[in-house]
């Protein structure tokens, strides 16, 4: 029904193998089809290669080429595109309360959300640049030990970190950070009593940060089973 292209390695390819990799995929999908217009094949090449999450490409008898936050697609136009392999939630889920400190298993997930405090000088050397978009580093004190995980809700606002006391509306941020459409209805968001503390692989609030005055910090981190 589709093909998936890991977009860092299709990238990766010299131009000639990527052109050939789509032809290929188009004629597995659509193997009456005989003459490929070399047009098609050029203007999917430019938006598999430079688009953003959410470009699309328009293919022979259908077809489609969707590129998403690290794949793309060539599968019927219209046809729901794959979920990336992040943690989510069930889109109907309701809340599910974190172990603080502990382990939350995401329900029909092999996703594990680890919960530990530590002290600010415990904090490995590097937390403050942080690669790995599933782990965060919260002040303890400010975020409390009263949280749950939730999907998205009507009218939802944080202050993403680096726009001090501004909020911005949750579904401008998703537009803004090219959020995958198929996700944003389970992306986990972590909240307290006080509201969104993490937009949960992608931003912490302004208010939750770890602050020179932080002695004790909540380190979160989602990792598979």
């Not at 070399?38 to 430019?46: D, G, K, P, W």
């Not at 990336?84 to 309360?97: E, F, I």
Request: proline share 8%.
């Amino acid at each position: 029904e589709r093909i998936v292209f890991d977009l860092a390695g299709w990238r990766a390819l010299p131009t000639g193998l990527q052109r050939s990799t789509l032809r290929e995929a188009i004629h597995h999908l659509r193997r009456s089809l005989r003459n490929i217009n070399f047009l098609h094949v050029e203007n999917a090449l430019l938006v598999a290669r430079d688009g953003t999450t959410g470009d699309q490409a328009t293919l022979p008898q259908n077809l489609m080429l969707v590129v998403g936050y690290d794949q793309f697609t060539i599968a019927d136009a219209g046809a729901p595109q794959p979920l990336p392999d992040w943690p989510l939630l069930p889109s109907a889920g309701g809340r599910l309360p974190v172990c603080v400190p502990g382990t939350t298993l995401l329900p029909e997930s092999d996703w594990v959300l680890g919960a530990t405090v530590l002290s600010r000088a415990e904090l490995p050397s590097a937390w403050r640049t942080n690669p790995n978009p599933w782990r965060a580093f919260l002040d303890a004190h400010v975020v409390g030990d009263s949280l749950w995980l939730q999907c998205r809700q009507p009218g939802d606002r944080f202050q993403p970190l680096g726009m001090g006391a501004q909020t911005v509306k949750l579904a401008d941020f998703f537009t803004d950070q090219k959020v995958p459409r198929s996700v944003r209805d389970r992306l986990p968001l972590l909240v307290s009593p006080g509201g969104i503390v993490w937009v949960c692989g992608h931003r912490v609030d302004e208010r939750a940060r770890v602050t020179d005055k932080t002695r004790q910090v909540l380190v979160l981190h989602f990792y598979h089973a």
